[in-house]
């Protein structure tokens, strides 16, 4: 079990140097006593070039992309960046993708956003094909993958994991079948329990795979200021109230509104709801827009984090919290 950040994007967007900020911000992760530290992909840094940067910079800290949209890419180029990035860090390296969203993908690439579950599927079989012996030779309905010549990279060891940001009952399907764990987003505990873990532990099990890894993403700041907070929360998550999976998602959570999964509050309270993810079968959490409120807020997120993170290393079960 472990527990890590998520560095926005947009903050790296709205730096003097994307790469110079994002292995900064690795390095404080690592310094305060976090595991891993893992990069969105939008429309403009690269997420897995980061990823690796930050990786090759800042010894020992793990390092991953939450999430690379499948619409757009292909497997044997995911598969090429995936395993020279692994090789880069010395096999630190994890792979996350997802099925992105509609209104994104259509107006970005202009293909339609169709039969997404399939391509699914088809991406992870060609991908997990590269990954697992270095060739492939897929033709599927809509994904074509094959390597005219070797396609492994030197260095790339272990094989790269994937996760994939499963929440729907076919795409965990696909994810237990065919990749190493999932990185379910607004999804609140008592969910996570029933409607990921589950069916994604009974797929894995059902294909012969090895039991899921379970990143549970979970926005979140240790803040005095709460109301302010949640008030912020609710125009940075309004977009997820337009996607239907996770409209779904944050109904079975409970909640009418993706800023209510928001964890807001003081040491004690965030402290207690981390307990909950890794209660209800998360192997690690992560923590997204730690940057929601003030950058004093946001340190203090961090500091608590990592020295829950360091108690579970250790095997304390109810450390010191600073408030």
Known sequence: MSIGIALSPFVLDNSANAV????????VAAE????????GQTFSSDAIVLAALIGRAVPGIEVGTSVVPVPGRHPLLVAGQAQTAQAATGGRFVLGLGLGARSLSERA?????????LRLREFLTALRSILDTGAVDFRGETVTAASPMPAAVA??????????????????????ELADGTLPFLVGPEALAEHIVAPLTAAATAAGRPHPRIVAMVPGVVTADVAAARSIAEA????????PSYQRV?????????AEL??????????ARVADYFAAGATDVVFSQTDLTTPEDQQRTWRLLGELDRARRSGVTTPSRRR
């Not at 940075?236 to 996607?243: L, N």
């Not at 944050?250 to 993706?258: F, H, I, K, Y």
Request: aromatic residues 6%; negative net charge; proline residues 7%.
């Open 155 to 176: 260095g790339a060891d272990p094989t790269v994991p994937v996760l994939v940001a499963a929440m729907g009952p076919q795409a965990l399907r696909a994810t237990g």
């Open 262 to 271: 928001v964890v807001i509050g003081d040491e004690e309270a965030v402290a």
């Open 236 to 243: 940075k998550t309004a977009f997820y109230d337009t996607i």
């Open 250 to 258: 944050v109904a079975l959570s409970g909640a009418q509104r993706a």
């Open 20 to 27: 110079d900020t994002a292995v900064d911000l690795g390095t």
């Open 32 to 39: 305060v006593g976090l595991s891993s530290v893992w990069l």
């Open 109 to 117: 690439f202009g293909g339609p956003f169709d039969r997404p579950g």
